[in-house]
T-cell receptor, first 110, second 116 residues
Framework: ELKVEQNPLFLSMQEGKNYTIYCNYS?????LYWYRQDPGKSLESLFV?????AVKQEGRLMASLDTKARLSTLHITAAVHDLSATYFC??????????FGKGTTLSVSS | DAGVIQSPRHEVTEMGQEVTLRCKPI?????LFWYRQTMMRGLELLIY????????DSGMPEDRFSAKMPNASFSTLKIQPSEPRDSAVYFC??????????????FGPGTRLTVT
């Protein structure tokens, strides 16, 4: 059974600081997805990582994938309040459905 | 592009009543997914369809839950009879495949179900 684990589950950051969210998964997969969810809202796709070594960046967020280590990271640079949200990683199961981690709730304060 | 459309957005019902949630996927997307989100259990996949055919319903919690996709533009998730523990946000998502696997799933706004 594919398992996806994120850590930390809760993260309180100061504006301007850097931090990394980790996503580990239990079986071989070459595709990993990151989503963002604001409170009371739906999930918004952030990144799709399709191969080992893939790196994608959007603004202050950068995601990377190491399929050999079964690890993806979401790095936050110089956090701002607008980044406060819950971030989910997800891995596809046998090329079909996605299995989601429990999410990391990020709170950025001044 | 209107995105994934779900209705109703909010549903409050009494225990024992039948509840039907509806979803219209993005045009051209051939995979459709139903998820349930709760604080305790997170985001759970209930069932998904490829080309209107149910592929994996192992996440459907009980026989009280059923899902259909009669055509490429419509799906329903039905709970009969509903129970308080079914209270959750139910998301529908759709996707079209990249080579060798799914593209990112586009999520609908969700239906917040409360069963009293």
């Amino acid at each position: 059974e594919l398992k996806v684990e994120q850590n930390p589950l809760f993260l309180s950051m100061q504006e301007g600081k850097n931090y990394t969210i980790y996503c580990n998964y239990s079986t071989t997969s070459d595709r990993l997805y990151w989503y963002r969810q604001d409170p009371g809202k739906s999930l918004e796709s952030l990144f799709v990582l399709l191969s080992n070594g893939a790196v994608k960046q959007e603004g202050r967020l950068m995601a990377s994938l190491d399929t050999k280590a079964r690890l993806s990271t979401l790095h936050i640079t110089a956090a701002v309040h607008d980044l406060s949200a819950t971030y989910f990683c997800a891995v596809d199961q046998a090329g079909t459905a996605l299995i989601f981690g429990k999410g990391t709730t990020l709170s950025v304060s001044s | 592009d209107a995105g994934v459309i779900q209705s109703p957005r909010h549903e409050v019902t009494e225990m024992g009543q039948e509840v039907t949630l509806r979803c219209k996927p993005i045009s051209g997307h051939n995979s459709l997914f139903w998820y349930r989100q709760t604080m305790m259990r997170g985001l759970e996949l209930l069932i998904y369809f490829n080309n209107n055919v149910p592929i994996d319903d192992s996440g459907m919690p009980e026989d009280r839950f059923s899902a259909k996709m009669p055509n490429a533009s419509f799906s329903t998730l039905k709970i009969q009879p509903s129970e308080p523990r079914d209270s959750a946000v139910y998301f529908c998502a759709s996707s079209k495949p990249l080579a060798g696997g799914p593209s990112h799933q586009a999520f609908g706004p969700g239906t917040r179900l409360t069963v009293t």
